[in-house]
């Protein structure tokens, strides 16, 4: 069966670094996606990759490695507002979304 | 003004009720989608209309009946739901093929609590 793993809930403070794993066993590989959504809101797309390597974007940078089937999400310079739910998904070779559960991250002062 | 919106936010219905959920998007997307998101388990992919015609429907029990009369507008219609029901389901909408990444727009949700 087709699987993506997240750690459930993170706990970090103020201006530090967090990174949030997500690995994958899925059909197929044609992206990884990060999303993130507080609490009463959309999801909102925070990255993309399709290619090994790290994607950065401001404060947040995204790293894949599809031999091991692996990425990670890294926050820095965190800030009270980045206390969410960051979903990882992958598109399958069928071009399907196949998603985590989500990893609740809170952010203390 | 969002790229999708949905409404209602909050419903509360009865097993016998009949209700519907609608979403609208604003963004030209060719694509729209209905999920399931339930406390600390994966989004559940319920339907997918593209180019207004219904792509998937992932085993989506009978009592869930999607519409979607433009590539603007989808409705989730319910009736005579269980309270396992009870969830937020989410609207989004995308752009197809993308040539890119193809990310998920989605919507802000509808609360659904079946008493």
């Known amino acids: 069966g087709q699987n993506i793993d997240q750690p459930t809930e993170m706990t970090a403070t103020e201006g530090a670094i967090v990174q949030i794993n997500c690995t994958y066993q899925?059909?197929?590989?044609?992206?990884l996606f990060w999303y993130q959504q507080h609490a009463g809101e959309a999801p909102t797309f925070l990255s993309y990759?399709?290619l090994d390597g790290l994607e950065e974007k401001g404060r947040f940078s995204s790293f894949l490695s599809r031999s091991k089937g692996y990425s990670y999400l890294l926050l820095k310079e965190l800030q009270m507002k980045d206390s969410a739910s960051y979903l990882c998904?992958?598109?399958?070779?069928?071009?399907?979304?196949?998603w985590g559960a989500g990893t609740k991250l809170i952010i203390k002062p | 003004e969002t790229g999708v919106t949905q409404t209602p936010r909050h419903l509360v219905m009865g097993m016998t009720n009949k209700k519907s959920l609608k979403c609208e998007q604003h963004l030209g997307h060719n694509a729209m989608y209905w999920y399931k998101q339930s406390a600390k388990k994966p989004l559940e992919l319920m339907f997918v209309y593209s180019l207004e015609e219904r792509v998937e429907n992932n085993s989506v029990p009978s009592r869930f009946s999607p519409e979607c009369p433009n590539s603007s507008h989808l409705f989730l219609h319910l009736h005579t739901l269980q309270p396992e029901d009870s969830a937020l389901y989410l609207c989004?909408?995308?752009?197809?093929?993308?040539?890119?990444?193809?990310?998920?727009?989605f919507g802000e949700g509808s609360r659904l609590t079946v008493l």
């Open positions: 989004a909408s995308s752009q197809e093929p993308s040539g890119g990444a193809g990310e998920l727009f």
């Open positions: 998904a992958v598109r399958d070779s069928n071009y399907q979304l196949i």
């Open positions: 990759n399709v």
């Open positions: 899925t059909s197929g590989f044609n992206g």
